[in-house]
C-alpha cells in the first residue's frame, strides 16, 4: 500500500471513494480503545454511582454529536480537511485558528490513549510474565506503541481505514468478553474513596456530562472532515453521510464509555483506572486485555496522529504531510512521558478536555453557521490560496482575516474558559452560575450571538457581508 501524498489539498472526485459506511467503520474501529474507554472511568472518579454515570455520559454525549456531526457535511462539500474549510468563515489565514485548536486536541488526545494503553500493557505483562513496572519499561513500551502508530499515520488514511474495520469486529468482540470477565464484581455504587467532586450531586452530574460526555464529540470538530473529505457528493447524499456520521458517533463513544463505566465500578477503580483494571481482571482474560489495550491504542493514537499531521501542514504550508506527522508524533510521545511521570490522570485530563472544549466549541458553532449561510456551495480552489502561499480570492476579508469571526470565537473562547470548572482552574462567572460548569453552553451562546449580531450589524450599516477580495498573486 503507497504512502498517502494528500496533505490538505483539494481532493479530486477520481479519489473519494469511501462510503457512509466507511465513516461507521472508521469511528467505531477507531475508538474502542482504552483512551476512550478510560472517559468512562471519570464520572466513577468523580464520586458518581452507576446511573448516574451513564446517564450523565450519554446526554453529555447525544447533546455533542448533535453540535459536531453536522460539521462532516462541511468536507463533504469542500474536499479538503475541515481546519482548511472553515477559511470560508475565518479567512484564508483566520482559518489557523482552528488548525491550532485541532493540533492541540488531537495532541491531547494522542498522548492520552497511548499513555493508558500502555499503563494498561506493562500491568497485564507484569501478571503474565513478571515485567518489571518501572521507568525502563514504561519507557520500552510507549516507544514501542508510538512507533507502531507513527507507522499507521504515516500511511494515511486508506490504512487507518483498513486496521478501523478490523478493530471495529475484534475490538467488540473482546469488549464483550470484557463484560463477562469484569461481571461478578460490579457494584452500583461509586468507591468509597470517592466523594462527589464537585461537593454535591448535580454539579458534579454536569461535570460528567460535559468531561466524560460532551468532550468526546468534541474531540472530533476538526477530525470528521479528515474522512468525509473522501467521500464523494456525487454518490452520497448529505443525509446519509450526515446519518453515518451520527450513528458513527454515538456508538463509538457510547460504547467504550459504558465499558469504561461499568469496570471502573467492578474493579473499584477511583482513583486510577488503569492499575484496578489490570488487577481486577480474571486470569483468563489477560491475553485478551493486552490485545485491546495494544491494538486499540494504536488505532485511536495513529487517526489522531494522522489528524495532527494535516493540522500541522495546514500551519506550515512549506511542510510535507509526512514530515509534519513526524514532527508532532515526537511532540505527542513526549506529553505521554510527562503524562506518565509528572500529572495526575484525573486532574489532567479533566482540566485538558473542559478547557479545550471552551476553546473549541465557538469555533465549530461558526463554521456551521457559515455552512448554514452559503447553502454548502463553497469555492475550493480559493480555500487553498494560504496553502500556495498566494493572497487574494474568494476568502481573502481582510489580510486573509475575517475579523467578525475571529472576534466571536474569541468573545466565545474567553467567556468559556472564565466560566470552566476544573480540578486544577476555577473560573470566576462560577460565581453567577452556582458552581455549575456551564462553559460549553456559555461559549457556544456567545460565539454564535456575537458571530450573527456583527453579521448583521454588517449588512445594515455597508451591504451584505461578503469577503473582500483582491485580486490573487503568486
Given at each position: 500500500?503507497?504512502?498517502?501524498?494528500?496533505?490538505?489539498?483539494?481532493?479530486?472526485?477520481?479519489?473519494?471513494?469511501?462510503?457512509?459506511?466507511?465513516?461507521?467503520?472508521?469511528?467505531?474501529?477507531?475508538?474502542?480503545?482504552?483512551?476512550?474507554?478510560?472517559?468512562?472511568?471519570?464520572?466513577?472518579?468523580?464520586?458518581?454511582?452507576l446511573w448516574p454515570s451513564v446517564t450523565s455520559v450519554v446526554a453529555g454525549t447525544l447533546v455533542g454529536v448533535a453540535v459536531t456531526a453536522p460539521l462532516g457535511l462541511v468536507s463533504l462539500r469542500t474536499a479538503t480537511n475541515l481546519s482548511t474549510s472553515s477559511g470560508a468563515a475565518f479567512g484564508v489565514r483566520g482559518r489557523l485558528v482552528g488548525s491550532v485548536v485541532g493540533l492541540l486536541l488531537s495532541l491531547g488526545y494522542t498522548a492520552l490513549t497511548l499513555w493508558i494503553g500502555g499503563d494498561v500493557v506493562i500491568g497485564t505483562l507484569a501478571r503474565l510474565a513478571g515485567l518489571p513496572t518501572g521507568g525502563l519499561a514504561h519507557t520500552l513500551v510507549y516507544a514501542l506503541l508510538a512507533a507502531c502508530t507513527v507507522v499507521c499515520a504515516v500511511y494515511g488514511y486508506?490504512?487507518?481505514?483498513?486496521?478501523?474495520?478490523?478493530?471495529?469486529?475484534?475490538?467488540?468482540?473482546?469488549?464483550?468478553?470484557?463484560?463477562?470477565?469484569?461481571?461478578?464484581?460490579?457494584?452500583?455504587?461509586?468507591?468509597?474513596?470517592?466523594?462527589?467532586?464537585?461537593?454535591?450531586?448535580?454539579?458534579?452530574?454536569?461535570?460528567?456530562?460535559?468531561?466524560?460526555?460532551?468532550?468526546?464529540?468534541?474531540?472530533?470538530?476538526?477530525?470528521?472532515?479528515?474522512?468525509?473529505?473522501?467521500?464523494?457528493?456525487?454518490?452520497h447524499s448529505p443525509r446519509r453521510v450526515l446519518g453515518a456520521t451520527c450513528l458513527g458517533l454515538v456508538a463509538g463513544l457510547l460504547v467504550p464509555q459504558l465499558f469504561g463505566t461499568y469496570t471502573a465500578l467492578a474493579a473499584r477503580a477511583g482513583l486510577d483506572y488503569a492499575g484496578p483494571l489490570v488487577a481486577a481482571s480474571p486470569a483468563w482474560y489477560l491475553v485478551p486485555l493486552l490485545v485491546a489495550a495494544a491494538a486499540g491504542s494504536v488505532g485511536n493514537a495513529g487517526l489522531m496522529l494522522y489528524s495532527m499531521g494535516l493540522?500541522?501542514?495546514?500551519?506550515?504550508?512549506?511542510?510535507?504531510?509526512?514530515?509534519?506527522?513526524?514532527?508532532?508524533?515526537?511532540?505527542?510521545?513526549?506529553?505521554?512521558?510527562?503524562?506518565?511521570?509528572?500529572?495526575?490522570?484525573?486532574?489532567?485530563?479533566?482540566?485538558?478536555?473542559?478547557?479545550?472544549?471552551?476553546?473549541?466549541?465557538?469555533?465549530?458553532?461558526?463554521?456551521?453557521?457559515?455552512?448554514?449561510?452559503c447553502g454548502g456551495t463553497y469555492d475550493a480552489e480559493a480555500l487553498q490560496v494560504y496553502n500556495r502561499r498566494a493572497r487574494g480570492g474568494a476568502y481573502w476579508f481582510r489580510a486573509g482575516w475575517n475579523p467578525r469571526a475571529t472576534l466571536s470565537w474569541a468573545l466565545g473562547a474567553a467567556v468559556g474558559l472564565v466560566s470552566v470548572a476544573t480540578p486544577l482552574y476555577e473560573g470566576p462567572l462560577l460565581a453567577l452560575t452556582g458552581g455549575v460548569d456551564?462553559?460549553?453552553?456559555?461559549?457556544?451562546?456567545?460565539?454564535?450571538?456575537?458571530?450573527?449580531?456583527?453579521?448583521?450589524?454588517?449588512?445594515?450599516?455597508?451591504?451584505?457581508?461578503?469577503?473582500?477580495?483582491e485580486p490573487a498573486v503568486s
Open positions: 500500500m503507497p504512502v498517502e501524498q494528500r496533505g490538505v489539498d483539494t481532493v479530486p472526485e477520481a479519489e473519494r471513494t469511501s462510503t457512509p459506511r466507511d465513516l461507521i467503520a472508521i469511528l467505531l474501529g477507531s475508538n474502542l480503545c482504552l483512551g476512550v474507554i478510560v472517559f468512562g472511568w471519570l464520572p466513577v472518579s468523580f464520586g458518581l454511582g486508506r490504512l487507518l481505514l483498513r486496521l478501523s474495520k478490523v478493530l471495529a469486529v475484534g475490538m467488540t468482540a473482546l469488549l464483550l468478553l470484557g463484560l463477562a470477565a469484569y461481571a461478578p464484581d460490579l457494584t452500583t455504587a461509586a468507591p468509597p474513596d470517592t466523594p462527589y467532586l464537585l461537593g454535591s450531586f448535580w454539579p458534579t452530574w454536569v461535570l460528567s456530562a460535559v468531561a466524560a460526555g460532551l468532550s468526546g464529540p468534541i474531540a472530533f470538530i476538526t477530525l470528521l472532515g479528515d474522512y468525509t473529505r473522501y467521500v464523494s457528493p456525487l454518490r493540522d500541522l501542514d495546514a500551519i506550515l504550508p512549506r511542510a510535507t504531510r509526512t514530515r509534519a506527522t513526524l514532527v508532532v508524533a515526537v511532540v505527542a510521545t513526549a506529553f505521554v512521558f510527562v503524562g506518565h511521570f509528572v500529572w495526575d490522570a484525573q486532574s489532567a485530563m479533566t482540566s485538558f478536555v473542559l478547557l479545550l472544549t471552551a476553546v473549541g466549541t465557538p469555533w465549530a458553532v461558526i463554521t456551521l453557521m457559515a455552512h448554514v449561510r456551564c462553559s460549553f453552553v456559555l461559549s457556544a451562546l456567545v460565539g454564535g450571538v456575537a458571530y450573527a449580531a456583527l453579521r448583521e450589524r454588517a449588512a445594515r450599516t455597508t451591504s451584505p457581508e461578503g469577503p473582500v477580495a
